[in-house]
Each structure stands twice: as C-alpha cells, then as structure tokens.
C-alpha cells in the first residue's frame, strides 16, 4: 500500500522558518523524482520545488529560490523542505507528490500557517 505521510507543518511568525517532511512507504523511493505543491485558499495547487530520483538535482518555483530547499533521504525514504523567511503569503496546504513514469502519488497534506 502506497503512503505519503507529510509532517512538520504548524504556525510560525513572519520570518520564521520551518521543515515538513514526507515520509514515504509502498514503493520504490529511490526510482521516484520526489516534489512539494502547495494550496492557499482559493488558489490552485503549485509546484514549490522537485528534486530528483538521486538527489544531484533540484528546482524551484521563482517565488522560492533561495528561501526554500528541497532534499531527501532514501535510506529513510523521506523527502524534506526546509523552509526560511516565512511570509504570510506562503500559507498553504503542503502535499508531498511521487511519480515515476506514469506512476504519480499525493501525500494528504500538512497546513502551514504563516501570521504573527
């Protein structure tokens, strides 16, 4: 059975930092380019950033570079976003996504709150 379990997220003051993780289970980790979405109220989900099956690559969204960075763990099967200088705008639900191919897993999601 497929499981995308995301944690870590919670209420944080502007400036502030904060680290959800996503722990994987049910596949093949390393075979999977691993990705953080994110959903605000009203909006549609984006893509935060991805890194690759290996790790030796990354990217993310404009409005992220240099705040936000995404790693992984595939000993642990386990994917990271460290996530520094918080602004309110950066309130969303967090999903964790896997895919491989035409294989393609979402997480349930984990709420960051960014407000003072």
């Known amino acids: 059975q497929v499981q995308l379990v995301e944690s870590g997220g919670g209420l944080v003051q502007p400036g502030g930092s904060l680290r959800v993780s996503c722990a994987a289970s049910?596949?093949?980790?390393?075979?999977?380019?691993m990705s953080w979405y994110r959903q605000a109220p009203g909006k549609e989900r984006e893509l935060v950033a991805y890194i690759t099956s290996t790790g030796r690559s990354t990217n993310y969204a404009d409005s992220m570079k240099g705040r936000f960075t995404i790693s992984r763990d595939n000993a642990k099967n386990t994917v990271y976003l460290q996530m520094n200088s918080l602004k309110p705008e950066d309130t969303a639900v967090y999903y964790c996504?896997?895919?491989?191919?035409?294989?393609?897993?979402w997480g349930q999601g984990t709420q960051v709150t960014v407000s003072s």
């Open positions: 049910g596949f093949t980790f390393s075979n999977y380019i």
């Open positions: 996504n896997a895919r491989s191919g035409s294989y393609n897993y």
